[in-house]
């Protein structure tokens, strides 16, 4: 079938009841979670994903991918009403929302925001439908020395793009790939570092290292800043609507952050924070009213709302398309198919066509739904945050638990999440990123499988891996990326 | 001999430390396993090839704690009764991890929350067993009844 018909077949999958009913729940849960201190997408769609193995795996990827949509526009709430970026998507939206809020503009900031979100969701959304069968056709030419390329030339291009230096997001990344290797070996079934747990022969859950990182770390810097209490502003529903002007200055930043966030949403990195940066520059630069950026002007919020929200449809494409996600909380919803069986990757389109292009259509769904339901529950979003935080802390403590054990019916996955929180809480005080442990744990088998099967096709020549011509192009790629970075330096000092 | 001259370069001096002896170690059981041949590799070749690349991240880690000047900066590690809280919740989250097996989930949780209450906020204890078997009860209703998971069971069958 083609793009269109594609899509078509999508809206008629994301339609049926249970499904439709699986994106409003993931839009829900996600706003919430996005809304809720602490709890950011990743450990928010951790903390489902074991829920998602009893249904059929496109409830599991629609759920999960609404919560990612979600989370996005709930982050972004309190980043206006609160001054507090629920992600580093929404830090930027801090820096002209907050003091339009403070200015009493947060309903029309609110209302920018959503519109914008839905308009650059539906711009990223067609282009994605033109997009992703061509990419997965590509994909149907990759063997082992392409897919090793972009899997680990992914990897470490991606530390070299996420911010922090270059080995804030290495070391990490190592842990992430020793992790991976725990378990029983894909092609020999020989058991490696299990140390005699039968438990672990199926390797570290992921969800036990979500929740563990992401969760509990966050819990227990919640606990530090537990005399903190922000100060709540109120929107009522009546103040939500933009004036003219406000409408009028929103459209061509909604149309260049939806551009850029496209564009970096098919790239390795962290797109939805690199797009709403990159989209705020673009607005300090070019906007009419530029000038009044960063004192509270509606540019600073409907552009980098617009790219940020583009990043994340379209960043759904290398998972779809090859199999491979560029986010921790992609590389969840590549766990939720993986788990039910399903191999994503160039056949995904033919094998499963109901995944494939209904996730697409649960995305803009997902936009719609968060458009119609979310500005008239503003209210609902703004006393979530009323919820004592020393419950709060308590309640996800327990949820994180009950998440960690349900993966796998097991007691050291809860053992281990508690130590994984450690992990993270250290090494988040100490400024390395946690995203790459997830990547690596998730991507580090695959690389192993694609570097095992190219050692074999090229008769145990290593440059096989090497001097294919898609493989080369994918390496010269990250070797620009480096050379770039290194240019950047030196024309600076 | 060097000193660092912040929390945060001394910090991650010693988790690249850390991270050189993971890696050591973790070279030295995957040298046991098999080696395989160039055209089919074992299970050992991958494990040892991160493994040399995580000892040289270490060190690369270490040595940025000493040269570079983009890591600068102190930890700001909780201290005074923010300290003594995380410390509390810590020790009362593993002892609850130690307890599920012998109480079950909703008895174990039940006993968590009230004790995570009590640790962050001095609010009486009716009121943080109130909020406790409320909360118990939602999760009664939601993971038990509702996704009908397989959660430990204590003594009582609950």
């Known amino acids: ?493 | 001999m060097i000193q660092l001259p912040d929390g945060k370069r001394r910090g991650r001096a010693v988790a690249g430390a850390v991270g050189l002896v993971t890696a050591s170690g973790y070279v030295f059981i995957s040298a046991g396993l098999p080696f395989g041949t160039r055209v089919s590799p074992g299970s050992a070749i991958f494990p040892i090839s991160i493994g040399i690349v995580f000892a040289v991240v270490s060190l690369l880690t270490v040595a940025e704690a000493f040269v570079s000047e983009a890591i600068r900066g102190d930890v700001e590690w909780p201290t005074g009764a923010s300290a003594v809280k995380s410390a509390a919740t810590v020790i009362t989250l593993a002892i609850y991890v130690g307890l599920i097996p012998y109480l079950g989930l909703l008895i174990a949780s039940a006993i968590f929350i009230v004790a995570v209450i009590k640790i962050l906020k001095p609010i009486p204890l009716i009121r943080a067993l109130m909020l406790s078997g409320l909360i118990t009860a939602g999760i009664y209703g939601l993971f038990y009844r509702v996704f009908a998971l397989p959660l430990p069971i204590g003594p009582w069958g609950f």
Do not use: C
């Open chain 1, 1 to 493: 079938m083609d793009s269109i018909e594609g899509l078509a077949y999508g809206l008629g999958v994301v339609f049926a009841p249970e499904n439709l009913l699986a994106a409003f729940v993931g839009v829900f849960l996600g706003t919430a979670i996005g809304v809720l201190p602490g709890l950011g997408s990743v450990a928010g769609a951790a903390l489902i994903l074991p829920l998602t193995f009893h249904y059929p795996p496109v409830i599991g990827v629609i759920l999960i991918a609404g919560i990612y949509t979600g989370s996005m526009y709930g982050s972004s709430t309190t980043a206006v009403l609160l001054n507090v970026p629920g992600d580093s998507a929404s830090v930027v939206t801090t820096l002209d929302g907050y003091k339009l809020a403070q200015k009493g503009r947060a309903g029309p900031v609110l209302a920018v925001m959503a519109v914008g979100s839905f308009v650059a969701g539906t711009f990223s959304l067609v282009l994605v439908t033109l997009f992703t069968p061509f990419l997965a056709d590509l994909g149907l030419s990759f063997g082992p020395a392409e897919f090793f390329a972009l899997t680990a030339g992914g990897l470490i291009a991606l530390a070299r793009v996420s911010g922090g230096t270059l080995v804030s997001n290495l070391f990490p990344l190592m842990i992430g790939l020793l992790l991976g290797t725990v378990g029983q070996d894909q092609v020999s079934s020989q058991f490696r570092f299990t140390f005699g747990y039968v438990e672990l022969a199926q390797g570290i859950s992921l969800i036990t290292v979500a929740v563990g990182l992401f969760g509990i770390s966050e819990m227990l810097f919640l606990v530090e800043g537990l005399h903190r209490t922000p100060r709540l502003l109120k929107v009522r529903l009546r103040q939500l609507m933009p004036s003219r002007s406000e409408w009028r200055r929103s459209v061509a930043p909604w149309t260049r952050g939806a551009s850029i966030g496209f564009g970096l949403g098919l790239l390795p990195g962290p797109s939805a924070t690199l797009s709403s940066f990159l989209s705020y520059k673009v607005e300090k630069t070019v906007a009419k009213h530029r000038k009044e950026i960063g004192e509270g002007a509606i540019e600073g919020v409907a552009g980098p709302e617009a790219a940020n929200n583009a990043a994340a449809t379209s960043s759904i494409v290398p998972v779809l398309s090859l199999g491979i996600p560029f986010s921790a909380t992609l590389a969840l919803m590549l766990a939720a198919l993986l788990v039910q069986g399903v191999d994503p990757g160039p056949l995904l389109v033919v094998n499963h066509p109901e995944i494939f292009w209904g996730v697409i259509a649960a995305m803009w769904v997902g936009n719609v739904m968060l458009l119609v339901l979310n500005l008239p529950l503003v209210g609902i979003w703004v006393r979530l945050l009323q919820i004592p935080m020393y419950v709060l802390i308590a309640m996800v403590l327990v949820f994180a638990t009950i998440g960690a054990f349900s993966g796998n019916n097991s007691m050291l996955d809860v053992r281990l999440m508690v130590l994984f929180g450690l992990l993270g809480y250290i090494l988040r005080k100490l400024d390395f990123g946690l995203a790459p442990v997830i990547l690596g744990l998730v991507l580090g088998p695959f690389v192993e499988k694609h570097l095992r099967e190219g050692l074999r096709l090229g008769n145990g020549e290593v440059w096989y891996l090497f001097t294919e011509p898609i493989a080369m192009f994918i390496w010269l790629a990250v070797l620009g990326v480096f050379a770039v970075s290194v240019v950047r330096r030196v024309v600076r000092s």
